[in-house]
T-cell receptor, first 113, second 107 residues
Framework: ETGVTQSPTHLIKTRGQQVTLRCSSQSGHNTVSWYQQALGQGPQFIFQYYREEENGRGNFPPRFSGLQFPNYSSELNVNALELDDSALYLCASSLQKSTDTQYFGPGTRLTVL | GQQVMQIPQYQHVQEGEDFTTYCNSSTTLSNIQWYKQRPGGHPVFLIQ?????EVKKQKRLTFQFGEAKKNSSLHITATQTTDVGTYFC???????FGSGTRLQVQP
């Protein structure tokens, strides 16, 4: 196991609702990245947080937002959910911003109806 | 932006056969990482390559980074059923992943 935990494991929402997903990093890791993985696709980078500040963002609209807390845990918030937001959401923690191994959590499976 | 393409998308082999997946980038990569994702699981880090022409081995797995640092390959010798999963390459610095190669091994 990587030591990275995510909650909840599964979630069902309806279009237009808002959702918050949570990630607890591996001990000592100050960087967390969030990814969206649609079925049969590779993980798509949403954004990265380093020491509580956003440190890069992928091609996702502003309704995808995040937070990183002083203990380096993190949240991903998605507003105004759309059907296409249905996916596995993965967080990954690492010791350094861009050079170190990423350790992935088990993911949250979000279904939007 | 940077794109990483993987081929093939899917490969079905008999147990004992070899398997290779290729990763190609439109731009030069500072490093490349390989991950394995079992069905229903999450990506698990396998290895990172940094140097031009680098070759690394992990038991039956051989990883190569191209001389131009724009492509990479993963070769599995004598596949086993435990090798089943999707193999992703990714550029750590660009936080970009390929679409993966799904490997199915027939016992």
């Amino acid at each position: 196991e990587t030591g990275v935990t995510q909650s909840p494991t599964h979630l069902i929402k309806t279009r237009g609702q808002q959702v918050t997903l949570r990630c607890s990093s591996q001990s000592g890791h100050n960087t967390v990245s969030w990814y969206q993985q649609a079925l049969g696709q590779g993980p798509q980078f949403i954004f990265q947080y380093y020491r509580e500040e956003e440190n890069g963002r992928g091609n996702f609209p502003p309704r995808f937002s995040g937070l990183q807390f002083p203990n380096y845990s993190s949240e991903l918030n998605v507003n105004a959910l759309e059907l296409d937001d249905s996916a596995l959401y993965l967080c990954a923690s690492s010791l350094q911003k861009s050079t170190d191994t990423q350790y992935f959590g088990p993911g949250t499976r979000l279904t939007v109806l | 932006g940077q794109q990483v393409m993987q081929i093939p998308q899917y490969q079905h082999v008999q147990e004992g056969e070899d398997f290779t997946t290729y990763c190609n980038s439109s731009t030069t990569l500072s490093n490349i990482q390989w991950y394995k994702q079992r069905p229903g699981g999450h990506p698990v880090f396998l290895i990172q390559l940094v140097k031009s022409g680098e070759v690394k081995k992990q038991k039956r797995l051989t990883f190569q980074f191209g001389e131009a640092k724009k492509n990479s390959s993963l070769h599995i010798t004598a596949t086993q059923t435990t090798d089943v999963g999707t193999y992703f390459c990714g550029s750590r610095r660009a936080l970009t992943f390929g679409s993966g190669t799904r490997l199915q091994v027939q016992p």
